[in-house]
């Protein structure tokens, strides 16, 4: 159960952990890696399991450690050449909340000795030993790591940790044993074997620590994998101007160049390049200072990443000239790094474009595809309040509190950043001039989240840390104030709100990410295609790679311009006569909409969603607003208040909507079908190609289906036979009630096409409305009782299952029913590899998520044939 | 497919209808019936498909019009003794919206003066001939009714039909058949076949019409069972002082006492009864009008009554002297008659016990157990207005506009009628006391709707046709004002609003319904408990033979009182210890609650809800209330405003609430659970028995689920520990979401019951709000969209398939769970059915409906074994 180091390599990862696997690896391959053993993970859960080691591993130990002795030439405890080691943790997966390192061990009022009269500088040794006694005072005894600092700080008066004498080191040693003493109650431990003995049990039991439990059990990662522990003799970067410590890098992180990048100290231990209080030099500079090592590096650094294949992240520390490596592992990059890496890789021969693809995370892709804040800039500035980055990107803007004035400030070239304490459809107009949007209220799928993501607009959502005073036109976060007209910056990546303005750069469209997205579309099955309502994002989601259009919402295209007098004054009408009256005036308007996005998609198929929200949605809520549409509607303001409240609703998401307002109005599906048929005629006659499926929403039962395709059908049919132009156009529904699922079969039968809507799915399955859920889905999540949120990642139990029997009855009544997926989840990966495994036939998300539904796709495949 | 009335019987109903079958039975029995023939149902449904007559009818129709004419000694067209024969409709189901009844076909310019020879009676002879022209014209030709009322009334210059001269009567006919022309372009035919043929296609075709489509589809009458037509001698109740025609039934079907019952007119055709322009005798007169056909007629009562093993309701002409029976049928009859003549045919041998179960429609018990209007005082007064009948019974009372002036007044001893634009959870106290509630807004399972029909107080709800006036305190109902303190009265069983007083009468529990509940019992498997929120509602649904409660919501006791304080306290608490401040001060009111309800039902199991709506429910909405609080609670106004706010919600319904409550703040669920267990303790040590189940509201995943149980036992376990009492309970669910129906096999695995909140669980498969649905749901049910309200009826395909699911899964991991139905659907038939099929353990109801409950229960049973 006690592996030396060189015995197995990096296929035992699930066996030596992450690190020990390595340093297994590279000490196969020949790499100067000082040696040292590891404790297998089989250990680990052993002693878990029964709070005691099993009776091999002392003497497995013991004879790797004697093994260790011979190859250092050098004894634990020894007097005159003592053996110092490391002792580290390193699970099978990266996994932040264990006990992590001590350094030094072996050290006792007698090594240091040894040490002192060894390297010749006392100063070394008796630093090397505070050191130890805080490193382990800290994560093995637990006693508070501040109090350590602040008997070092004593010391120091204001000085450097370098600028302290032989003599206070000693006397920082002797004070740190009496603190130890103090707060455990005994003795520091002076016996090497019994340190090493504590630490191993210090790391074995912070597998089982409360902060590691809840981090296993957020990031699904199985409880009984255990962590490994590598004892590992020390090598010193600190033993003057010949030896050095430093990180390094195969290609560089940032750009995925392959040039070598890492950054080094001389005269350090790999702590102090952590701390920062010394900078550390560019990698290319050891060439002047430590030419031979830095040949060596360079070296190790070509054999690592031809050997994993990969761009390495390393660890290496240089003693008296001589280069060791001290750990390695796959490195952290930008999302530019990685396309380019993976990308590169696969011209290198070194993988196959099946790996490449694998390799990259498709979330991480969302920043190719968004303007960033320029870093250096971000890096000085100061985040006033924090909300939830709702929508990518970032955006630099004058403030305003209205959406009418966001549209008045943007029609005179003012970059605007509107501020709601939550949007609702009425604000559209202001929100899509906007660059930014920035609410206090609302979760990751509120409306302004929803919208400004569709929309590829910067936005912050749900910060409650700020204080909107729409009267005064303020926005006030702890002590800073700011007014309409003042800048602020948003940056949709971290949820940040920064005061004033910071510089913004544009994202590059490398030609790696384009050769990426082509090999992706080799292996994807899933079709993928965008939500978009109009001709703008629907070219812009085509750019992106999109296949077609998965959800054109019609009633957005009720709010612009002067369209929305005419949808109020159709609500308002008192009769089916003065309903169709105004909607006669909404159908060529309609039809231009439909016109445009047809023109754009050029024979693919478009899905337009029939009208879908609750009527009030579209009347105004403030008293002021009621009182100007009466004026204007030349009607009482009683009378129309009267009317706004009777059509109130108490869950308007449960209410008068999508295809009951059909049911109950026909005539407005009936204009709305006659706008889609006939711009699609006029396509088709000029000779393009217009696709329509037309879709019902919020349906639940045959009987709607039926009633529904009958008034389409009747309006489509004779239209088509009165023009004379074959239009081939689909009916279908959004499948978005758990009713819809459970009665599929009987749907399919009258229906050519489902829609998954899962945003309203996941609503309707958990009871969670998206819009108040903000106030327990975090708790949930912090509590471990929710691991994701379902509306951002699909809960594949719930939701899943229902849709599972959706697509079973559906394809029994109809096996030639096409299915997709609208809702928020078709352009999240791990929902877009749930559907592919249900084996619909495409997802359909925002256009700016169209390249990651596309990986993700891809992935998926891979993954699951 | 033409039989002559005797060949076949009752036994025939599918092929011959139910009138022509009871037509046959009686002929085969020698009772005096006209001698006629019956076209099967089955030519219906060949002319339906073929839309032309099988070959073989016209021969069959002769050769029984020719045993007709020998039977009767005369011939059809004939000019001397013509034969008049009626054409009648009758499908196997009782069906409106078909085609009626044609009666004196044969008539024509000819025939007619052959009646009026032979009868001797021209006055009769033009009557009959021109209301012939007008029924034919009317139900055969399609010619508006109204326009033959018009000339009718023209002639009549305001006398009565009576007075009409022979001359007089030959000018309307001559007008009739103007009239008929005009209208149809044709002259009436004068054919008596050619009459016969036209009225049979009349009747074949009506099956077909829309009326009668849409009016199988909402009684799930199959579209294949087509009616018969019924083709029979004409007999005369009008020629002269020894003929008379009436009604007539074997019991009271009233009262249900087995006395004769009837009413009769002399020289009168059958229509004139119905039309109502004479008042017609009682049937014990004609003992003395006409002995001996009343002696005859009464012996024809008891054959009837005792061959058909139920009271009939049955149609008799006397013809100069001698009765004919023209139809029977069995008669419909009050709720209590229906009970009596039940348990009486029982005792006098007739029928089984389970034959009597089954005669009694369970919705009707519904009458039996509320108040009433007194049907004489109700008569003569006319509705203001008419809303839904929420909550069935009667009430009286005055008028007033808010729950605390309803508290006001109760108090004072005035009997109240709460009328409310909507109620909401604050207003409990004054529902409470109020006689009656009416609601201007909210459907059958409105808030008001569901609180009444708990609590037992009429209510008709969602009246739109009054206006409210909460400030000045008046009620409109087109012209009709009544203010505060003005009486009113609700019938709850008719949604009919009436001015001023009415005479109430209590319902009797008679003898008799109690001897069927006893029987009831007998044969039942499920369950049935109550859902009951107090002692008091305990005990009387104990009394209506309750097995348990099945829901006892606590949040309903949040309201008393002063409890309501305690409750904002711990709402606007900054902290977890402020929480638990003002908790503590609601412990000992709720372990009161629990105590009251234990002692009443005595070991019987408890189900205990833990809170469940959202919290702002609890919290004021008018500004004046909100200033009120702020000062009580010594917080400004505008943090107080703020945190309501912040508490609102979009959808309340998929909001914060259920044990997402308990997940956020453990606290809450601590004292309930410590409230209850403290009281079962004490009802233990006592003597006494208590069962409570402990119910976790609003539950979608088994970690909601292991977290929620994880808490209740904590507390239970300790508190039974500590007090060395031991207690039974059982922790479980509302199943209330689709998402806890498809995990059902998880959360079985650490629950020991489910219980359905069919209710809510409508609302989330379904997606519709019950406080919204009110706008469409109607629109839905009219045009077939919707065959039943589903809050009303249990949805079978769609929630009834996530029940299945959830009861599949949940018995799979755990066998032995308990499984019940809590909805309002626990008191609706063809809900209990539904459940005694799915195998689940119990139904829960409100008091009033244990009973009905009950009488469901059995009759599933009996039905489906």
Sequence with gaps: MVYFFGERGKESRKLLGGKGANLGEMTRIGLPVPPGFTISTRVCMDFIKTKRYPRYLEK?????????????????????????????????????????????????????????????????????????????????????????????????????????????????????????????????????????????????????????????KLNNIPEDLGTAVNIQAMVFGNLGKDSATGVGFTRDPSTGENTPYGEYLINAQGEDVVAGIRTPK?????????????????????LLDKHYRDMQDLEFTIEKGKLYVLQTRAGKRTAQAAVKIAVDLVKERMISKREAIMRIDPAQLDHLLHKQLDPKEKEKARAIAKGLPASPGASVGIVCFTADRAEELASKGKDVVL???????????????????????????????????????????????????????????????????EWITLDGGTGEVIEGKIAVVDPEMKGEFRTLMKWVDEFRRLGVRTNADTPEDSKRAKDFGAE??????????????????SVREMILAEDEKGRRNALKKLLPMQMNDFLGIFKEMNGLPVTIRLLDPPLHEFLPKEDKEIRKLARKMKVSYQKLKKKINFLSEFNPMLGFRGCRL????????????????????????????????????????????????????????????????????????MIELPRACVVADELAKVLDFFSFGTNDLTQTTYG???????????????????????????????????????VKLGKKTNPKIEIGICGEHGGEPSSVEFCHKLGIDYVSCSPFRVPIARLAAAQAKIKNG
């Design 60 to 216: 497995q130990v013991e004879s790797n450690l004697k093994k260790l002795e011979r190859k250092m030439k050098r004894k634990f405890g020894d007097e005159k050449r003592p053996l110092l080691i490391s002792v580290r943790s390193g699970a099978p997966v990266s996994m932040p909340g264990m006990m992590d390192t001590v350094l030094n061990l072996g050290l006792n009022d007698k090594t240091v000795k040894g040490i002192e009269k060894e390297s010749g500088d006392p100063r070394f040794a008796w630093d090397s030993y505070r050191r130890f006694i805080q490193m382990f005072g800290d994560v093995v005894l637990e006693v508070d790591h501040a109090k350590f600092e602040k008997i070092l700080n004593k010391r120091k008066r204001g000085r450097k940790d370098t600028d302290l004498k032989v003599e206070e080191l000693k006397i920082i040693v002797s004070e740190y044993k009496n603190l130890v003493r103090r707060e455990t109650g005994k003795e520091f431990p002076s016996d090497p074997k019994k340190q090493l003995k504590m630490s191993i049990d210090a790391v074995f039991s912070s597998w089982d620590n409360k902060r590691a439990r809840t981090y296993r």
């Design 282 to 302: 560019p990698i290319f500079n050891l060439k002047k200072d430590l030419p031979k090592a830095y040949r060596k590096l360079m070296k190790v650094y070509k």
């Design 419 to 485: 501020v709601r304490e939550e949007t609702s459809p009425e604000d559209i107009g202001g929100m899509s001039v906007s660059k930014g949007i920035l609410t206090a209220r609302g979760g990751m799928t509120s409306h302004a989240a929803v919208v400004a993501r569709g929309m590829g607009i910067c936005c912050v959502a749900g910060c409650e840390d700020i204080i909107i005073d729409e009267k005064k036109k303020t926005l006030t976060a702890g002590e800073i104030k700011i007014r309409e007209g």
């Design 548 to 565: 077609g259009i998965g959800l054109a919402r019609t009633e957005h295209m009720f709010f612009e311009g002067g369209r929305i007098d």
């Design 662 to 733: 059909g049911v109950v109005y026909p005539e407005i599906s009936e204009m709305q079908v006659e706008a889609i048929i006939k711009a699609a005629i006029k396509i088709n006659r000029s000779g393009g190609r217009a696709f329509p499926e037309i879709e019902i929403p919020v349906l639940g039962s045959l009987e709607e289906a039926k009633f529904m395709r009958e008034v389409i059908e009747r309006i489509a049919k004779d239209l088509i036979r009165k023009s004379r132009v074959n239009v081939k156009y689909k009916i279908g529904t």
């Design 768 to 806: 969670f409305s998206r819009d108040d859920s903000g106030k327990f889905i975090p708790k949930y999540i912090e509590k471990g009782v929710l691991k994701k949120d379902p509306f951002q990642v699909l809960d594949r139990e719930g939701v899943g299952s229902l849709m599972e029997t959706c």
